[in-house]
């Protein structure tokens, strides 16, 4: 069967690239450089459910993810988690925080409303966006 994106997760992002063995997607939230990386194989929950070669294919995406994208918004901190308590297919967020960012020091959820990324922008950033994770 072919790789479907939860709902949710596609209504809330813009598709970027596929590194690995992951879709990149970004988060439609325009305070935080937010990105979210979705194994493609379907009905999994967990990191430990994937096979051992796609656990290593998502470590890789995420630490070049991170590096990446802290390297590219000069990040004072990377929050990276697999939360999977509202969306249960296995996605891991990636964002990149500032000490004066508007939910400092906390999580991001939960703070706030989501600013949604206006269309050009949106277009904007996935093209910046895949230019930066594109090798």
Not at 32 to 50: A, G, Q, T
Not at 72 to 93: E, F, R, S, W, Y
Not at 97 to 104: E, H, N, P, V
Request: aromatic share 8%; net charge negative; with cysteine.
């Amino acid at each position: 069967m072919p790789f479907q994106l939860h709902s949710q997760l596609a209504a809330d992002t813009h598709y970027i690239t596929a590194v690995e063995n992951c879709q990149v997607l970004l988060m439609n939230d325009a305070r935080f450089p937010w990105l979210v990386l979705v194994p493609m194989e379907n009905d999994i929950r967990e990191l430990y459910e994937l096979s051992k070669s796609a656990q290593e294919q998502t470590y890789r995406a995420m630490l070049y993810t991170a590096e990446l994208l802290a390297e590219h918004t000069h990040a004072d901190k990377m929050n990276v988690a697999a939360l999977g308590n509202q969306v249960p297919q296995l996605h891991i967020h990636i964002i990149a925080r500032y000490t004066k960012d508007a939910a400092w020091p906390g999580p991001v959820w939960g703070v706030g409303q989501a600013e949604p990324y206006r269309a050009a922008d949106a277009k904007t950033k996935v093209q910046e966006l895949a230019d930066l994770l594109t090798p």
